[in-house]
């Protein structure tokens, strides 16, 4: 009793935003241009909140112009559907502005190893648009050999289950556009999308952690002034090397060397002369040994060279 029949009071109900819609699609029906309908649109209730309507409307009858005389119309709320359609939009929509936004790169690929999706931090990690990486075989971002055996990894992986990578974090090498490689850390998990197995990967570039370990290698086992090793390292050496004498019964030679007044050359010309001549002595000693042998600076101006596998006799 509080509504009158007339197709401008289901007007006047519907949502502002959905009425051109859902009225375009009535007029088309009104016109005798079709007959039935399905339209999804928003209505006030009673008490002034929106319910979600799916509406389904038919021709009944037709006037002697064969204009539509008589419609026949039902509307199910589907308020509980939609509220869930935009939960998971919501919810979608928070999960890709979170990778978005990510410091790690984030990959997915399929089982033949398609970049299925990813995500800006892996373009910039990489140099690529990713309409350029969609679709592609993820290997174009690997150097070789890792290129040339990836689809070999995952095809041991899905038949007899040997993982190289897949639950197993590790550093490897990355290719960019440029061709530049670099080194990053790589994690890959597997998911299953409708039966089918697909596979995540997070990348994250590590050149400034591997710098930053080469400088803290670099300060611990090398002398900061000819860039010789120090004597720390050389104690090691040392021990691998008389390790690797008794197993095969080879020789080696242990020398210490030192300058002669050294301190009278600091005295007169000044350390920076001293540290020149340290310096240059240090390249001079490195440039006559092999490749295996080892020149250490002891400390001051003591140095020790390392000889290995010099024969089996003394």
């Given amino acids: 009793d509080e509504l009158e029949p007339h197709v401008s009071t289901w007007e006047k109900l519907l949502h502002p935003d959905d009425r051109p819609g859902a009225m375009a699609h009535l007029n088309e029906y009104l016109e005798g241009r079709g007959e039935q309908f399905t339209v999804q649109f928003r209505m006030r209730h009673h008490d002034g909140h929106w319910v979600w309507i799916h509406s389904n409307g038919r021709?009944?009858?037709?006037?002697?112009?064969?204009?539509?005389?008589?419609m026949v119309g039902t509307h199910l709320d589907i308020s509980a559907s939609k509220?869930?359609?935009?939960?998971?939009?919501?919810q979608a929509?928070?999960?890709?502005?979170?990778?978005?936004?990510?410091?790690?790169?984030?990959?997915?690929?399929?089982?033949?190893?398609?970049?299925?999706?990813?995500?800006?931090?892996?373009?910039?990690?990489?140099?690529?648009?990713?309409?350029?990486?969609?679709?592609?075989?993820?290997?174009?971002l690997m150097p070789h050999p890792d290129r040339a055996h990836h689809d070999d990894y995952i095809r041991n992986y899905l038949q007899h289950g040997v993982a190289r990578v897949i639950g197993l974090g590790r550093d490897v090498t990355g290719l960019r556009k440029d061709?530049?490689?670099?080194?990053?850390?790589?994690?890959?998990?597997?998911?299953?999308r409708e039966g089918r197995p697909m596979f995540i990967g997070l990348t994250r570039d590590i050149t400034e952690r591997k710098r930053a370990e080469a400088e803290i290698?670099?300060?611990?086992?090398?002398?900061?002034?000819?860039?010789?090793?120090?004597?720390r390292l050389l104690l090691d050496r040392l021990r691998q090397a008389l390790a690797a004498s008794r197993r095969g019964q080879r020789h080696g030679a242990l020398l210490f060397l030192d300058m002669d007044n050294?301190?009278?050359l600091n005295d007169?010309?000044?350390?920076?002369?001293?540290?020149?001549?340290?310096?240059?002595?240090?390249?001079r000693l490195q440039a006559s040994l092999r490749a295996d042998d080892t020149v250490a600076r002891w400390g001051g101006d003591e140095f020790v060279v390392l000889l290995q596998d010099l024969g089996t006799t003394r």
């Avoid at 021709?59 to 008589?70: L, T, W, Y």
């Avoid at 061709?179 to 299953?192: D, K, N, Q």
């Avoid at 007169?268 to 390249?283: C, I, S, Y």
């Fill in 59 to 70: 021709v009944m009858a037709h006037d002697a112009d064969g204009r539509p005389a008589r």
């Fill in 83 to 90: 509220n869930n359609e935009l939960l998971l939009l919501t």
């Fill in 93 to 140: 929509q928070h999960t890709q502005a979170i990778l978005d936004n990510m410091v790690d790169g984030v990959i997915t690929i399929d089982a033949q190893g398609r970049v299925d999706s990813i995500n800006p931090s892996a373009c910039r990690m990489f140099g690529y648009e990713w309409q350029e990486v969609v679709g592609r075989n993820v290997n174009m």
């Fill in 179 to 192: 061709g530049t490689v670099f080194p990053m850390s790589l994690a890959v998990s597997r998911i299953e």
């Fill in 217 to 231: 290698e670099k300060l611990a086992f090398y002398d900061p002034l000819t860039g010789l090793p120090n004597r």
């Fill in 262 to 264: 050294f301190k009278s």
């Fill in 268 to 283: 007169t010309l000044g350390h920076g002369m001293g540290d020149q001549l340290l310096k240059e002595v240090a390249q």
